[in-house]
């Protein structure tokens, strides 16, 4: 054991020794005193520091929220449209619960200390009031049944389907990383089947290139020109995005908290949302003033060991960044199959033209 660790012990059994010593103190004062007059001033010594815990608390809780907010997303705003919903329910959420917070401690604490036991005082025996609690069930509940009412119009809206000409991304999630999938030319994804995914075979998606007679499969041709990637997602600035979301081990969650969107990722059971992204990236670096701000894809959902580090970036773009980003990327079908690649192949042919040449050139001269 270290000298600190040492130290660290000594410390905490003086501070034992000495609560225990005052706990001893208090009752010998007590024994001098009388029981009854020290109880009635250790009441009264109570009701004062009620009162006193709740102005520092409320003082604390003021300051905490000055000296933190800017450490929070809320100053740099919602980086969606649709986020901008979220942090106007969540602040209505936050006035009225904090107003009721307010309310109910400072009665607590004040009740407390303005009813403390004097002499002559006898407490009211209030056992039961049906206007009162009428009153404290139906408030809360019709204020309750507003904010759920308008929690669920926006999650209905999200989660429908998502405006034409939306841009479309696949995104899974696995131990401990994200693919994401985006439709080739015909802007069709193709389909995929669990049993094929094999990431030794470029096939994380598990698409289906081949007809397989076992498992009763047929060849997608729209297969052909899917783009996969990963960790790393590009979406528009002002065109509507929907995920697909999906997993391939545990539940996963997709957490966006720059867009103040999440959604879960569950095994076999696909799940959307869509969203409209407001600044591009290079936009967010400037009004954060962060040359180094990305924006962050967290898995929100415990999924084992390496959770934590399970996180993604989205590129939020211009229309004609995407598209030469997106001109730059190969299927996915000729990461799989790269002798079917007509790039790969195009050399190879021109050095089938090239031999013949050479070949002549050389008998000629040995003649």
């Not at 980086?79 to 901008?84: K, N």
Request: include cysteine.
């Amino acid at each position: 054991m270290t000298t600190t660790t040492y130290l660290i012990i000594a410390a905490a059994l003086l501070v034992f020794i000495v609560i225990f010593q005052i706990a001893k103190a208090s009752e010998y004062v007590s024994v001098l005193k009388g029981e009854e007059t020290s109880r009635k001033q250790n009441n009264r010594i109570n009701g004062f520091m009620l009162l006193g815990f709740m102005i520092v608390g409320f003082i604390g809780v003021y300051y905490c929220n000055k000296l933190l907010y800017k450490t929070t997303l809320f100053p740099q705003g919602s980086a969606s449209v649709e986020g901008e919903k979220i942090d106007e329910m969540f602040m209505i959420t936050t006035a009225v619960t904090g107003l009721v917070f307010v309310i109910t401690q400072f009665l607590l604490f004040y009740f407390a200390w303005k009813y403390q036991e004097k002499e002559g005082r006898k407490a009211f025996f209030f056992p039961h009031n049906n206007k009162l609690e009428l009153i404290w069930t139906v408030v809360p509940a019709i204020f309750l049944t507003v904010l759920v009412v308008f929690g669920l119009r926006f999650w209905f809206r999200i989660t429908s389907d998502a405006p034409k000409g939306a841009l479309e991304v696949e995104i899974v999630g696995k131990q401990f990383g994200w693919m994401m999938r985006y439709p080739g030319k015909d802007k069709t994804f193709g389909k995929t089947y669990f049993k094929v995914i094999s990431d030794e075979n470029s096939n994380p998606f598990g698409q289906i290139w081949e007809d397989n007679a076992d498992l009763k499969l047929k060849a997608d041709a729209t297969n052909f020109d899917d783009v996969v990637t990963t960790q790393t997602m590009y979406i528009v600035k002002g065109r509507p995005v929907k995920l697909i979301i999906g997993s391939r081990d545990v539940i996963h969650d997709v957490g966006l908290n720059h867009f103040r969107l999440k959604m879960d990722a569950v095994p076999g059971i696909p799940t959307t949302l869509w969203f409209t992204p407001k600044y591009t990236t290079k936009e967010m670096k400037e009004r954060t003033g962060n040359p180094n701000f990305a924006f962050e894809i967290s898995c929100d959902q415990m999924c084992g060991n390496g959770h934590y580090s399970m996180k993604g970036i989205i590129e939020v773009v211009t229309q004609e960044e995407f598209d030469i980003w997106m001109a730059k990327q190969k299927p996915n079908y000729y990461a799989a199959f790269p002798d079917k690649d007509p790039a790969a192949a195009k050399p190879a042919a021109d050095s089938t033209v090239a031999v013949p040449a050479a070949v002549k050139t050389t008998v000629a001269m040995n003649k």
